[in-house]
């Protein structure tokens, strides 16, 4: 005790110098980086807690429950500027509408950020480790696993498709009441994606269908739900308890290991088959099978946790990707469509002009306006509407500040970077000047928007899936142009509202009357019989 009382104030002082040492010097070789990069300061979100950040937290907090929250990152952009400091749960952040800065995060500086520090505490109990929540060699060894599928997959199945989408008819009024597409096309690309993820539908759209689907369905909405509040909670996602949360991830992961232990099979099996193949004679060509993700995956890890990581991963998920983004983005399209009777017109009259011949890939390609409906959707509602990022170093943001907004900006280790997509897609110079009108007509001639368009994200770590959801929504709104001659608008409220999950989508969902081509045919021929 004497000889630590004897030590303690020397020992105090020593370490407080050091302390104070240290600062000062990180403080110099941080000025010396400013200056030598020419970096300028952001202004700074003006804060009445500007160490926790509780009153931005809270601001959010009041935002998103009147649905708004998309508006308010929208408007604080144009108040403080493309690029402005603010304090996140008591972190150092960056916010960053600047498109040269968001080219470089994600391209050549790519290496300096991660996604690991915000996601994967938040997600951990549902999605586990994957190439959604993970960075560095984790990242590099999931994407691997997927990239091979992707890359065959690109050219979508349309037959296996087209057998799906005449279920979905099916499902839809005939005589033009009105039906709300959003949870009917949620159906249609779950059984597409569950046939591409596990190689058999879940059959949801099948009417007669077991209601097994139906619980792991709700299951998985409901603990992707509860993950959506936990990644907004951040670093206090641990306080987020919901008995219902953990019970439904136990129901979707029960559900996904019976399809994990069919892969495990199906490797063991083609392995074996491989093996008795190296003595068959040259010329045995392999029969034509269809690409399963699973049984991909399957052939490169036998390790069952990996496997069931990768199916139930988020927006990496080909799950919850596969069924999501593609419903959510063509329910957006209808949504618009609905309100502009004259586009849908010349959607229809482009997709006549094929004649009657079946819809190949190659005539989808050809469909140029459907192209640019698609582009002026996701350009409005981009499904990843946030994007975010920790600097896992010391680096710096080419541009974004000084008076011609082309100076540098220094970005600390441990700061988040955060990006609104759904801003980003309203301020540049280039969506002038009508960035909230829908109008697929600005995609024709050589309009180039660069990086002021993220809708599947840029870069190295950019939608391994886009051609593929590319093609299934172009597919599906020429299928329905061919069915349907007028798609009426029955929501009750006119405008968009947003739905923040892990996705973002329309609350109200597309509320809509489908008047089809031969009833409306059948009218006319009654109206003048009679
Ligand atoms: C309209 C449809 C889609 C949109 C708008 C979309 C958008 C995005 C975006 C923005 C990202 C990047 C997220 C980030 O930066 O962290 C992403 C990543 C990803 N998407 Fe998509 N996506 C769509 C459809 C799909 C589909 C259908 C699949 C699979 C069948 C898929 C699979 C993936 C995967 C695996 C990643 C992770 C890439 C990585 O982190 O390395 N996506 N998507």
């Known amino acids: 005790m004497g000889l630590l009382s004897g030590f303690g104030g020397p020992f105090v002082v020593v370490l407080a110098s050091y302390f104070l040492f240290s600062f000062v010097q990180t403080r110099r070789a941080i000025q010396r980086q400013k200056k030598q990069h020419a970096c300028q300061e952001p202004p700074n979100y003006p804060h009445r807690d500007p160490i926790f950040g509780s009153d931005l937290f809270r601001d959010n907090a009041e935002n998103s429950k009147k649905f708004g929250l998309l508006d308010t990152w929208t408007n604080r952009y144009k108040k403080y500027g493309e690029t402005f400091t603010a304090i996140f749960q008591g972190t150092q952040a960056i916010c960053t509408v600047d498109p040269k800065s968001l080219q470089a995060i994600t391209t050549i500086n790519f290496k300096d950020y991660g996604v690991q520090p915000m996601r994967r505490a938040a997600t951990l109990p549902f999605l586990g480790e994957g190439v959604f929540t993970m960075d560095g060699a984790f990242w590099e060894h999931s994407r691997a696993l997927i990239r091979p599928t992707f890359s065959k997959t690109n050219i979508a199945n349309l037959p296996a498709f087209e057998i799906n989408l005449q279920k979905f008819w099916d499902l839809l009024p005939k005589d033009g009441s009105t039906v709300d597409l959003k949870p009917l096309l949620c159906k249609l690309f779950i059984d597409t994606s569950t046939q591409f993820l596990f190689g058999e539908s879940v059959n949801i759209l099948d009417v007669k269908e077991p209601q097994r689907s139906q619980e792991f369905l709700d299951a998985f909405h409901y603990a992707q739900q509860g993950t959506g509040k936990r990644l907004q909670l951040g670093k206090l996602a641990f306080l987020y308890y919901d008995k219902k949360y953990y019970e439904s991830i136990k129901v979707a992961h029960a559900f996904a290991d019976y399809y994990v232990d069919k892969a495990i099979k199906y490797r063991k099996s083609h392995l074996v088959e491989k093996d008795a193949k190296v003595d068959s004679l040259p010329g045995d060509d392999a029969p034509e099978r269809n690409i399963v993700l699973l049984h991909e995956m399957a052939m490169e890890t036998d390790n069952p946790k990996d496997l069931r990581n990768q199916i139930m991963h988020g927006r990496s998920t080909v799950f919850l990707a ?88 220094f970005v600390r280790k441990g700061t988040i970077v955060m990006s609104s997509v759904f801003a980003l897609h309203r301020i540049g110079e280039c969506w002038k000047p009508d960035p909230e009108a829908f109008r697929p007509e600005r995609w024709e001639g050589d309009f180039q928007p660069g990086p002021n368009y993220m809708p599947f994200g840029w870069g190295i770590r950019t939608c391994p899936a886009r051609s593929l959801a590319e093609m299934e929504i172009a597919y599906t709104l020429a299928r329905m142009a061919e069915k349907y001659e007028r798609i009426e608008c029955r929501d009750e409220v006119v405008e968009w509202v947003e739905e923040l999950r892990v996705s973002t989508s329309s609350r109200n969902g597309t509320k809509v009357g489908l008047i089809e081509v031969q009833s409306l045919r059948s009218i006319l021929r009654r109206y003048f019989e009679e």
Request: hydrophobic share 35%.
């Open 322 to 409: 596969g069924h999501e983004s593609s419903a959510i983005t063509i329910g957006n399209a209808i949504f618009q469509l609905s309100r502009h009777p004259g586009k849908w017109e010349k959607l229809r009259a482009e997709v006549r002009s094929l004649g009657s011949a079946p819809l190949t890939l190659d005539r989808l390609k050809s469909l140029k306006y459907i192209s640019n409906v698609i582009k002026e959707t996701v350009h409005l509602y981009p499904v990843a509407s946030m994007s975010t990022r920790m600097a896992y170093k010391d680096t710096i943001l080419p541009t974004g500040r000084g008076p011609t907004k082309t100076s540098p900006v």
